[in-house]
């Protein structure tokens, strides 16, 4: 059986303040150790049920309980939302209120949080055992506990089963702080992450230590298995609407051309990484308004624990999720959030083929909020084209959301404050600019075709026209435009452009750095000036068919948004590809939205739901 705690650390407790804490995880989860009968210490595996349990507890009571008066005068958010390019959340400070700079000259040794008791966490924990070992199939059990072959798909069935039919019945899984086991303990709610974090922490305490997590970026299922069955996958909670009867079968990721399963490169976890995916979902959320700045206190220094030890190196989304921490709240004498950025991206190139799309975005993102919109653009364009790898479908509604978003609201608002008064070095001037613009059109179009479901509509086109219209001629003419043909790859002089055999997507972080402003105040200009040589022509490669039949229309010096327009719309190669190279591209994972997916996302009835969940919406939390 797993250990349960050391007594050392039972010392700690009662814990209430932020560096107890993180002495707790140093000794329990991070360095783990168990003594032996010779009284010799051995390493162990980390208890991911009981760090569940802890960090669910303290997220509760700081973001549930009743709060002091929040300061109207709050800095940034600690933890900016995936969806960052909301406006700043003001800082919730449990001690004092509106005391922050009390708070930032001690933030660690104060009662930061409503005092843990173990006797609380102890007896939770035994619930969560007696839950498992009173419900689960002992045939299964005891036949898989010895064989050579490790864990069965129908004892992880079985063990789905019991979380899955536990659940209440009457809650919104979308609701935020649902990924804890500590809410399933309480009050019998769990989001899909959480779902797939107790099947795996159910199998940690019944000792079937060849069960680990596997995480795309907005799924989670499980891999298990040993000797000849090593690597068998199994899905183990829901996604979207319907997909409960999933539960058990195996993860077809190569016949899968869906961005949610990755199409292979998801994340293998191991016990340190199912760490890190605990720490990463953890929502410092008190409301839409306010974030608890404790919370995410605890959240940042955690993941800068493992940071050091390098168990992020191959966790983009966690490091990630470090960076937009670090935005917020910079820690002395630690990297950068756009070095982390720069990791993140690296460690997607390095481990995952580059076909992860959330580090170009959440950099996009960031270089958004700090009105580097030269960069925001090809960050943008950079995720387009790894989306493009992928075949559009229902089960990709978050970044469908996502690309939605900065189509309808972060475009349409660059190009209004990069069109008013007149700068040399405006974005609507610049040639690159453009050519990031039509990259990002581009990938969008190619994730269209060969779907079931058209990506593009009428809002789409709307706001793609008036983008593009905001841009003069000299940038436009800055551009030279390409058709690839059947068989053909290139890629673009400033490291952007996809291939047709195989994703080669880059960007350069070092040209992103070098855009700071929204006047384009970068150390080269766009034009040449008397006497200076002229400027290269900037290359662009069409991959996608509506974008190559659009190629003419572009070339044109004079702007003709009406043409432009009836063009997208007249073009919907939708589920059957009019582009001959459409099968070499797609050969080759604490928010509410105003304009869904054209898929009806909601339950319609009973009997598709998820036994014990209510669930009108997706929340990306996890």
Known sequence: MVKVISERSKELFPISTIINLVNLFENEFLFPTTDTLNHEKVESDPNLALLSIILGTIEHSLTFVPSPVVSNGGSSSVKKQQRSNKTSKQLLNYTNGNDFEAYAKDPVNRHDFPALEFDMV???????????????????????KSSPTGTSRDLIKNISDIFWNSLSRNYLSDKPHLQSLYTFLTSFKLDSFGLALAVVAGCQVLSLSDVHLVLSEDHAWVVFGKGEMKGSTAEVTWHGKGSEDKRGRPIETDDNHSWLYLKGSHIFCNRWTEIAAIISSINP????????????????????????????????????????????????GKKSCVELFEDSITSNKHYYKNMHVYPYVNYGAYCYRREDFKGALKCWAAAAQVVSHYRYSKLDEEVYKEFFEISQEQLTSMMKKCSTGFSANSPTRNPHCYADLLKFFDGICLWEELAKT??????????????????????????????????????????????????TTEISTSSIAGFMDMNGNSKSGVTSGPGEEEAPLVHVYFKSFKMKSMKTLLEKSKFNPPALSLQLSALNPVGESTNPNA????????????????????????????????????????
């Open 122 to 144: 102890l007896g939770l924990y035994d619930k969560f055992k007696a839950i498992l070992f009173s419900t689960v199939n002992q045939e299964l059990y005891s036949r898989d």
């Open 285 to 332: 959320s008190v409301n839409s308004f306010v974030d608890s700045l404790e919370m995410g206190t605890i959240q940042q220094r955690l993941l800068w624990k493992l940071y050091d030890e390098k168990y992020l190196q191959q966790y983009p989304m966690a490091i990630g999720t470090l960076a937009d921490l670090e935005d917020g709240s910079p820690t002395p």
């Open 454 to 503: 058209p990506v593009l509509h009428s809002t789409w086109i709307k706001c793609w026209i008036t983008s593009l219209g905001k841009f003069e001629s000299t940038a436009r003419e800055g551009v030279k435009l390409f058709n690839l043909a059947e068989g053909e790859g290139a890629c673009d002089d400033d490291g952007l452009g996809i291939c047709d055999t195989k994703p």
């Open 583 to 622: 099968s070499h591209s797609i050969g080759g994972r604490s928010r509410g939205m105003k304009t869904k997916p054209q898929e009806d996302l909601t339950i319609s009835s009973e009997e598709s739901l998820p036994q014990g969940a209510h669930k009108l919406k997706r929340s990306r939390r996890n």
